[in-house]
């Protein structure tokens, strides 16, 4: 079973062995006697955001297929919505765009499913999922028991949570508590508002909130298209990222040297004096244009994605990834992190 078939980026090797869990109860079942067999276990979900091997993976893949979705009443006018981990995600966030429920409506058009999304704790134009997450299911296989987690439990941050970088805790379902409102949230991210003609804070129709974002995706290939080889990538390849004061000021020295005083790099400042900056503009000032590389290149639309756009294997994508890598390194001094899962290899 070529793993190729269910990446995003049309790449990886094959699976030794490959089960489909269409429930809860099967995912469960398949993780704990992959476990008892002694077997290495990968947990599939929409491979939106896997980079795997061109060897593949040796041990069994469970391909969560759970596609359950339940909505109940909660207090003040909200609504929790429970769905499986093999939900996709997309079509869950138009569904309650169109019933009337805001609070992941600037997540549209991300691709993949509703169990990696408390793993990356997935985010865009100032919106996270752990914004609206009150529970999360997992199965324990330390403990080889259910554990319901709430959002403490799940240390959301920056792309970030308990689950990324462990693979301790199966997700199995997720609980969102959404506002019953025409409205969006609170627009936070410029594109976004320029976009819209409406101002920071603004709020506008939920309809109207995703087309904008499904159009801002789309100009930059981030919205899945069969006949756009740029969207044959993994998103985001690269965090944006967070430095703190005394970095800030090593980068902001090195990027006056390089581009001169008047470069006025984005940054983003947090209440402690951190900056978040942008990879992709780091990337784009770095020296790396849209459409670099082959057979593995930059997207024509967007420095941050890496695409394969039919040629290219695992090894010549993570070798790009490696020039860009080193090429802003050496530029402004700051090291940037794959957020792509790695399976099989390592950046």
């Given at each position: 079973?070529?793993?190729?078939?269910?990446t995003t980026?049309?790449?990886?090797?094959?699976?030794?062995?490959?089960?489909?869990?269409?429930?809860t109860e099967e995912l469960i079942?398949a993780?704990?006697?992959?476990?008892?067999?002694?077997?290495?276990?990968?947990?599939l979900?929409g491979?939106?955001?896997?980079?795997?091997?061109?060897?593949?993976?040796a041990?069994?893949?469970?391909?969560?297929?759970?596609?359950?979705?339940?909505f109940r009443?909660?207090e003040?006018g909200?609504?929790?919505?429970?769905?499986?981990?093999g939900?996709?995600?997309?079509?869950l966030?138009?569904?309650t765009v169109?019933e009337?429920?805001?609070?992941?409506?600037?997540?549209?058009?991300i691709?993949?499913?509703?169990?990696s999304?408390?793993?990356q704790?997935v985010g865009?134009?100032?919106?996270?999922?752990?914004?609206?997450?009150v529970?999360?299911?997992?199965y324990?296989r330390?403990?080889?028991e259910?554990?319901?987690m709430?959002?403490?439990?799940?240390?959301?941050d920056?792309?970030?949570?308990?689950?990324?970088?462990?693979?301790?805790?199966?997700?199995?379902?997720v609980?969102?508590?959404?506002e019953?409102?025409p409205s969006?949230?609170?627009i936070?991210y410029?594109?976004?508002?320029h976009a819209?003609?409406?101002?920071?804070?603004?709020?506008?129709?939920?309809?109207?909130?995703?087309?904008?974002?499904l159009?801002?995706?789309?100009?930059?290939?981030m919205v899945?298209?069969?006949?756009?080889p740029?969207?044959?990538s993994?998103?985001s390849?690269?965090t944006?990222?967070?430095?703190?004061?005394?970095?800030?000021a090593?980068?902001?020295?090195?990027?006056?040297?390089?581009?001169g005083?008047d470069?006025?790099?984005?940054?983003?400042?947090d209440?402690?004096g951190?900056?978040?900056?942008?990879a992709?503009?780091?990337i784009?000032?770095?020296g790396?244009s849209r459409?670099?590389?082959s057979p593995?290149?930059?997207?024509?639309?967007?420095?941050l994605?890496?695409?394969?756009p039919?040629?290219?294997?695992?090894?010549?994508l993570l070798?790009?990834a490696?020039e860009?890598?080193?090429?802003?390194?050496?530029?402004f001094?700051v090291?940037?992190?794959?957020?792509?899962?790695?399976?099989?290899?390592?950046?």
């Open positions: 079973m070529p793993l190729a078939d269910y980026l049309g790449l990886g090797g094959p699976a030794a062995r490959f089960r489909v869990a269409a429930d079942a993780v704990a006697e992959t476990d008892a067999a002694g077997d290495a276990l990968l947990v979900g491979g939106s955001n896997l980079v795997v091997s061109d060897e593949g993976f041990g069994t893949v469970v391909h969560a297929e759970s596609r359950s979705v339940s009443d909660a003040d909200r609504v929790r919505i429970r769905a499986g981990a939900v996709p995600w997309d079509p966030v138009e569904r169109a009337g429920f805001s609070g992941i409506e600037f997540l549209s058009g691709p993949g499913r509703v169990g999304t408390p793993i704790n865009a134009y100032g919106q996270e999922v752990s914004q609206s997450i529970e999360v299911l997992v324990d330390h403990t080889g259910r554990r319901t709430g959002p403490a439990d799940c240390r959301f920056y792309r970030d949570s308990v689950f990324k970088g462990s693979d301790r805790y199966v997700v199995c379902e609980v969102f508590e959404l019953r409102s969006s949230r609170p936070r410029a594109e976004v508002a819209l003609g409406a101002a920071a804070g603004d709020q506008v129709p939920l309809a109207r909130a995703r087309e904008t974002v159009g801002l995706r789309r100009g930059k290939g899945l298209d069969p006949d756009d740029d969207t044959r993994a998103g390849f690269f944006n990222p967070v430095l703190d004061p005394p970095e800030y090593d980068f902001a020295r090195r990027a006056a040297d390089l581009l005083p470069a006025e790099p984005p940054a983003h400042f209440a402690e951190r900056a978040k900056l942008s992709a503009w780091l784009d000032n770095a790396f459409g670099y590389g593995a290149r930059i997207s024509t639309k967007h420095t994605a890496l695409t394969n039919g040629d290219a294997t695992t090894e010549d070798a790009l490696r860009v890598r080193a090429g802003v390194a050496k530029a001094g090291t940037l992190v794959n957020e792509p899962v790695m399976v099989g290899v390592a950046l």
